[in-house]
């Protein structure tokens, strides 16, 4: 056993390069993993830089100066920040509260219709199973209702720690845009001068977890403005909410879209009934998500993410478990990480052709 081991390590570890780029990939990952919370701010800063550096380029490329576009840029930042702030983020936490105040009413109609079934069904379903199911759904409710109200009042703590991040990202942003380019330069040379491997990982990943990340952000932006402007104009309860909702949906493919179409359709069926309302607002949705997918998504996203469905899932529940919502929105850019790793990592023929190429 140890022989077979012994030879798995000689083959796939005997290069320089990989040995080397495995270390600083256990290294990152542990550091991430045991000081993510006290370097959070400098991990949020360091994104929120990458995503709008592309910003920065568009600039410089049109002749203004380094320091000009990144002032704009940074400007553009606080503006869509200040607005996040005052404006969608309040909105939402008011529906949210107004939408725990009419659950009860909510539960009482679910339960008058799923009483209906055991007269019609009494073969499959009966009352006291029904009351049962009701009643634990209540409870469950009943907890999360006042979750919500009490956090407002007990979160000091969360209250220090966001404004930790209003004075620290900006500045981190501010300077991770100004100097960006020779922060990345002082941290490559600490790397081996010769880096094939990761020289063609970083080729493989560039284009993609910036087209993704930006094309992303902008997918959740005018997805969840366009369904907060079309459920305001429809005249559904909770337009923002569920705008703020459908917009983040985008964030995990495949399951996404249906999972959101729960609440959609349960807030339209509560306020409406069967009606023609109803029929409307299911109609608009599911263009909205049909634009999403057929024309929005191919004009952002430039460079196709080449990954099985499987494989995205796999990554979307994986990193999501690891770290939360930052987990589930770079879930995808970490699976193209991973195959980009795994197809440039050196085989055994790999190692035999270039160990040729050095001898000669």
């Not at 959609?264 to 409406?272: I, K």
């Not at 994986?318 to 939360?324: A, P, Q, R, S, V």
């Amino acid at each position: 056993m140890r022989a077979i081991f012994s030879k798995w390590i000689e083959r796939y570890f005997s290069d320089e390069e990989a040995l080397f780029l495995f270390l600083l990939l256990s290294v990152s990952l542990v550091i991430i993993l045991t000081l993510g919370k006290p370097l959070a701010p400098v991990f949020a800063g360091l994104i929120i830089a990458f995503l709008m550096q592309g910003g920065v380029d568009w600039l410089k490329e049109r002749k203004v100066p380094h320091l000009v576009s990144v002032s704009i840029v940074f400007v553009g930042f606080i503006g869509f920040v200040l607005a996040l702030a005052l404006v969608v983020i309040p909105l939402a936490w008011q529906q949210l509260s107004t939408f725990f105040k009419d659950l009860p009413n909510m539960v009482q109609e679910v339960q008058a219709l799923l009483l209906v079934l055991p007269e019609t069904y009494p073969q499959w379903i009966s009352e006291d199973k029904v009351r049962d199911i009701m009643n634990l759904a209540t409870s469950e409710l009943t907890t999360a209702s006042q979750w919500v109200f009490t956090y407002s009042v007990n979160s000091l703590t969360s209250i220090v720690t966001v404004l930790v991040y209003v004075v620290l990202v900006p500045i981190l942003v501010f300077f991770f845009l100004k100097d960006g380019r020779s922060l990345v330069k002082w941290w490559t040379s600490f790397l081996p001068r010769k880096r094939q491997m990761m020289t063609k990982i970083w080729d493989e990943m560039d284009d993609q977890i910036a087209n993704y990340i930006r094309g992303k952000v902008i997918e959740i932006m005018i997805v969840g403005l366009v369904t907060y402007v079309t459920f305001l104009f429809l005249g559904i309860n909770y337009a923002a909410l569920l705008g703020i909702l459908v917009g983040l949906s985008v964030l995990i493919p495949y399951i996404g879209a249906a999972l959101v179409t729960l609440p959609v359709a349960l807030v339209g069926f509560f306020q409406w009934g069967w009606s023609s309302e109803f029929m409307y607002l299911m109609i608009a949705y599911g263009i909205i998500q049909a634009l999403d997918g057929n024309v929005l998504v191919p004009l952002l996203f430039s460079e196709a993410v080449n990954l099985h469905p499987i494989a995205i899932i796999v990554a979307v529940l994986l990193f999501g478990t690891l770290w939360g919502f930052w987990g589930v929105f770079f879930a995808i850019p970490l699976a193209t990480l991973v195959k980009a790793v795994i197809n440039a990592w050196p085989g055994p023929l790999e190692r035999d052709e270039k160990e040729l190429e050095e001898a000669a």
